[in-house]
Structure formats: structure tokens, C-alpha cells
């Protein structure tokens, strides 16, 4: 079995690792696969904490804490005061879907999300509309052909 040189134990012990995470700088872009019910009510609950209309209740990185050293230290920062993350206001976001529906229609069909809050959310889910994305009928049983109604 080899064994280290006591010089390549030196250099180890001797380097000192220290690491700091940058702060976001710029935009942070988000591509999602699909702008249908899950992607849309995402979207729109970004937007409606960036409107103060909703809270951000369930966001790990809004809401959650981390625990430093033992539980009896109670230094438990939230997660976004101890890391350095993308601001809400920061967030851009894009997608593909293979229906043309912007992020408004869309969520509208869905029909996931309270009407008051959707009209609340209109003008900037209105704004989003999806990229081309890529469809193969061969794999998908249920597809929309061309001269089909769409359906979502």
C-alpha cells in the first residue's frame, strides 16, 4: 500500500483553504420547461412578493433558517442573510412550452390560482411567453396535432 512522503503531508496541513462566496451581481435568469400550471404559479408568486400582495410563504431561500454550531448557540440566520443569493427584483424569467399561451392565458386555463391574484399578476405574466420548444408526437399520448383544438 503506498504511502504519502512526509513533504506531501506538509504541503497539505500547510494550505490554507478559505472560500468566499461572491455576492450575486446582475440579473438571474430562469428557463423553465413547460408554462403550465406549476411553472405559472411560481412565476407568479415572485411576482406577487415583489408586489408586497403575498409573502413568500414556503420559500426555503426567503423564509428558511439555517442552524450554526449546536442548537444551544440559537444562532439560526435566515438562509438569504447567511448566503449571498439573487434578489427577487433580480429574478428574469423565460421558458419553452409547446403552446403559445403566455404566462397569463396559461395560468388562467390552469386555473390554480385565485382570479383576484392573477388579475393582480396580469400586465407581468402577460409579458412572459414561451419559447419554441421541441415536440415529438411519437411520444406523447395525448398530443395537439395540427387542426386540433389546443388544449392544455
Not at 86 to 103: C, H, P, S
Request: proline share 6%; charged share 25%; hydrophobic share 40%.
Amino acid at each position: 500500500m503506498p504511502t504519502r512522503s512526509k513533504s506531501a503531508i506538509a504541503k497539505t496541513e500547510s494550505k490554507q483553504h478559505s472560500s468566499q462566496i461572491q455576492a450575486p451581481k446582475g440579473k438571474l435568469g430562469v428557463m423553465i420547461p413547460g408554462m403550465g400550471a406549476v411553472a405559472t404559479t411560481f412565476v407568479a408568486g415572485v411576482e406577487a412578493i415583489r408586489k408586497g400582495i403575498a409573502k413568500p410563504i414556503g420559500s426555503l431561500t426567503q423564509m428558511g433558517t439555517i442552524r450554526l454550531g449546536k442548537r444551544t448557540d440559537a444562532r439560526s440566520p435566515k438562509v438569504k442573510e447567511f448566503v449571498p443569493l439573487a434578489n427577487l427584483n433580480d429574478m428574469v424569467f423565460t421558458g419553452w412550452d409547446i403552446f403559445e399561451d403566455n404566462m397569463y392565458a396559461a395560468a388562467a386555463k390552469a386555473g390554480v390560482l385565485e382570479p383576484q391574484l392573477l388579475d393582480q399578476v396580469k400586465p407581468f405574466l402577460s409579458s412572459i411567453k414561451p419559447r419554441q420548444a421541441v415536440f415529438d408526437h411519437n411520444y406523447v399520448k395525448k398530443s395537439v396535432r395540427e387542426g386540433d383544438d389546443q388544449e392544455r
